[in-house]
């Protein structure tokens, strides 16, 4: 794929390779070491519009930025303009300089809520959100899905009536609600978002592999590429697409544990990155061992002793 820098209103990137906001996932570490590692653009975990507005601590903390966060870009999810353009406007995202709204978040809580993908039946009311939302000066971005069942295409809607009320890029995931995340993404699909808007769209869906990205984005035309849970095992997949040396994997590991260790008590880190551990685990010889020990671990010495017994 060419790597290029990207406009987004009157931020431009580093690069086209971009890391999904991931819940549970994203939070400042971890998109420090993807930073560290090249990645171009990173989110925020999803981030509740109304959590904000109720001074929800826990929320509060999803917004945690890290030094190489030079595009502050948080992700909100929430289906009330009113809600949604106080967020955007509070002291807690004074800081930000993109706020991308989740249109594409499958899961029934959410779902249900009338938030997520989905907001894809309802165009109209997609744009009047990132209307408000632009209100508050921030560029305004969208990650959308194909749609809500395969009978139905609404990405091409969509995307028409977010970028005719304001949103400055797009990032689409290659495939339905009903699908969450499997099969193969719809290439063929995201192209056609491509062709319908005057702003990048970001292709995302189905890269674990440099391959993946170019056939991605040979496929699609897109002005970019996101990586979601291929970045999760291997963040160095960044290094890999920008053609860049990797590092060390271990040190690297062992980095998300002590950038963790700057805010949190060590117990505390050792709990949290178990879930972690587990996905840099994923494919390591005797992975199944490594795992039950990264579980049964309380501190994050006993955590490193493990990096160094792994083959990478």
Request: glycine share 6%.
């Amino acid at each position: 794929m060419e790597i290029k820098s990207l406009s987004i209103g009157r931020l431009s990137t580093k690069n086209n390779v971009f890391l999904a906001p991931l819940a549970g996932f994203t939070d400042f570490a971890f998109r420090q070491i993807c930073y560290e590692l090249g990645a171009g653009l990173c989110f925020t975990e999803m981030v509740s519009a109304k959590g904000l507005n109720y001074n929800n601590e826990k929320t509060k903390d999803l917004l945690r930025c890290s030094p190489l966060d030079y595009i502050k870009a948080v992700q909100l999810f929430g289906c009330e303009e009113d809600v949604l353009e106080k967020a955007a406007k509070s002291d807690d995202l004074k800081d930000f300089d993109i706020i991308d709204i989740n249109m594409g978040c499958p899961v029934p809580k959410v779902f249900n809520n009338g938030e997520g993908s989905k907001l894809m039946e309802n165009p109209t009311l997609a744009g009047k959100l990132v209307n408000a939302v632009s209100k508050s000066g921030k560029e305004v971005t969208v990650k959308m899905r194909l749609g809500i069942e395969h009978e139905k295409d609404l990405a091409v809607d969509l995307a028409k009536a977010v970028y005719e009320n304001g949103a400055k890029l797009i990032t689409v995931h290659g495939r339905y609600r009903e699908d969450y995340y499997s099969g193969q993404p719809y290439y063929d699909k995201i192209a056609e978002v491509v062709n319908a808007v005057n702003i990048p769209v970001i292709a995302n869906g189905g890269v674990f592999t440099k391959e993946d990205a170019d056939v991605l984005m040979e496929n699609t035309g897109a002005a970019g590429v996101m990586l979601a849970r291929g970045a999760l095992n291997r963040p160095w997949l960044f290094s890999e697409i920008l053609n860049k040396p990797v590092k060390d994997k271990k040190s690297i590991i062992k980095r998300h544990i002590d950038l963790l260790l700057q805010v949190y008590p060590d117990n505390i880190v050792a709990i949290n990155m178990r879930k972690q551990m587990a996905l840099y685990l994923a494919g390591v010889k005797d992975a199944k061992k490594y795992k039950l020990m990264a579980f049964e671990a309380t501190s994050t010495k006993q955590l490193k002793q493990i990096v160094n017994e792994l083959q990478l």
